[in-house]
Every structure is written in structure tokens, then in C-alpha cells.
């Protein structure tokens, strides 16, 4: 059974702290590891990771994928309060593109 | 990325009833895709919208309850049948798979249900 867990669950700081969220998977044909922003309904897309060790990055996040380990951490520096949110990851079960499984999310909070 | 529409934004029903929740693209996509989001849930896959055929559903979906429709590469239609409160979820197509979208995947905007 296709498994995805994000810890934690749900995690306070301060602004300029920097947070690391945590994602393991076991997905049937993994094809990539999705991150995605969640705020009010639609989740905004992140990062798509294929690659082990190659880390990507967008402004204050980054993101890295370890597929011997089978997991991936999504990194936020210097945090402001824009980016309290709940952050999800999802495994592509490949066997065709886009069947993303997701995990529960990390419910992020950033006081001021 | 894709521009990605959903109507309608939210709905109220009665049990029993039916609603039928449209997702537009404003460039041809390959692969559709409907989720649910039940309150403090993650995302569930509901099915695949295949163009010009039947959907694939996941396991725990059915057709029966959930008819859906793709007529082009652009639309589909999602129904959510025969209503009963623990239908009252998020309803997000999204989409993958296109000249703007590379291999990346994107949400509409969501449709939130709620079933009295």
C-alpha cells in the first residue's frame, strides 16, 4: 500500500527562524516527489524532485529528495509570516504521469 | 503554468441531490485529474479524465457516484451523485502534462461542497 508521512505535523516559529520539514514515501512506481503550498483551497505548486542529491531552490526554499533513503526535506530560511501554511508532499505513481498520493501536510505556523 | 478555472466556487445541497463541478484550462493539457479534500484531510485522488473515454477510477471511487466527463483537452466535468453530508469535502481538479506545464502538475482552484 502506497504510503506518504510528513512530519511533523504541525510546527510554530518565529519570523527569521529557518524550519526543515520532513517527507518519507513508499509509492508504487515512483516517478517524483511533489511539494506543494496549501493556504486557503488550491495548492500552489513548489518543487518536482526526479533526482536524487541535486537540490532545487527558490528563494528561501529548497528541496532535496533521497531516493535510496526514500525521503525528502523542504527547507524554509529566514521565515516571515506570508508563509504559515499547511505544506504537502505527494509521491507520482508513474505509471501514468500526475497520480499523486499525498501525504497530511505539515501545518506551518510563523508568528511575528 | 496553466490558468485553471472551477465553477461553481461553492455550493450548498440538499442530500440526495446532485451537483456537477466544471474544471476549464486555458491551454490543452494532457491528463485531468479530480480530488477530494474531506475537512482536515489530506488530498485523495478520485479518478483520471480520459479524453474521449471512460475515467479510471481509484480504488474506492465508483463511476455510479461519481460520473465524469472529458470532452476535449481542455474541459471535464465531475459529479458528485446521490449527496450525503460525508460527501461535503474540497472538490480540485488538476491538470499535468502540457507545451506550458512540462511534467509539473497544478490545482485549480477548488470547489468547496457542503451537503445539509
Known amino acids: 500500500e502506497d504510503k506518504v508521512v510528513q512530519s511533523p505535523l504541525s510546527l510554530v516559529v518565529h519570523e527569521g527562524d529557518t524550519v526543515t520539514l520532513n517527507c518519507s514515501y513508499e509509492?508504487?512506481?515512483?516517478?517524483?516527489l511533489l511539494w506543494y503550498k496549501q493556504e486557503k483551497k488550491a495548492p500552489t505548486f513548489l518543487f518536482m524532485l526526479?533526482?536524487?542529491?541535486i537540490e532545487k531552490k527558490s528563494g528561501r526554499l529548497s528541496s532535496i529528495l533521497d531516493k535510496k533513503e526514500l525521503f525528502s526535506i523542504l527547507n524554509i530560511t529566514a521565515t516571515q509570516t506570508g508563509d504559515s501554511a499547511i505544506y504537502l508532499c505527494?509521491?507520482?505513481?508513474?505509471?501514468?504521469?500526475?497520480?499523486?498520493?499525498f501525504g497530511r501536510g505539515t501545518q506551518l505556523t510563523v508568528w511575528p | 503554468s496553466a490558468v485553471i478555472s472551477q465553477k461553481p466556487s461553492r455550493d450548498i445541497c440538499q442530500r440526495g441531490t446532485s451537483l456537477t463541478i466544471q474544471c476549464q484550462v486555458d491551454?490543452?493539457?494532457?491528463?485531468m485529474f479530480w480530488y477530494r479534500q474531506q475537512p482536515g484531510q489530506s488530498l485523495t485522488l478520485i479518478a483520471t479524465?480520459?479524453?474521449?473515454?471512460?475515467?479510471?477510477?481509484e480504488s474506492g471511487f465508483v463511476i455510479d457516484k461519481f460520473p465524469i466527463s472529458r470532452p476535449n483537452l481542455t474541459f471535464s466535468t465531475l459529479t458528485v451523485s446521490n449527496m450525503s453530508p460525508e460527501d461535503s469535502s474540497i472538490y480540485l481538479c488538476?491538470?499535468?502534462?502540457?507545451?506550458?506545464?512540462?511534467?509539473?502538475?497544478?490545482f485549480g482552484p477548488g470547489t468547496r461542497l457542503t451537503v445539509l
Open positions: 488538476s491538470v499535468a502534462g502540457g507545451l506550458a506545464l512540462y511534467n509539473e502538475q497544478f
Open positions: 509509492v508504487t512506481n515512483f516517478r517524483s
Open positions: 526526479t533526482s536524487s542529491g
Open positions: 505527494a509521491g507520482d505513481r508513474g505509471s501514468t504521469l500526475g497520480r499523486l498520493y
Open positions: 491551454s490543452q493539457v494532457t491528463m
Open positions: 479524465a480520459n479524453q474521449g473515454s471512460e475515467a479510471t477510477y
